[in-house]
């Protein structure tokens, strides 16, 4: 796991997260 903190995945997986819960968001306020 420590071999992923600099590498570009976990770059993604943070921008995925990202926009998953911005989605989750916009489901809750309609």
């Known amino acids: 796991a420590e071999g ?3 590498g ?3 770059l993604q997986n943070k921008l ?3 926009e998953s ?3 989750q ?3 809750i306020n309609k």
């Open 4 to 6: 992923f903190g600099s």
């Open 8 to 10: 570009p995945s976990n």
């Open 16 to 18: 995925q997260h990202l």
């Open 21 to 23: 819960s911005k989605k």
């Open 25 to 27: 968001n916009k489901q």
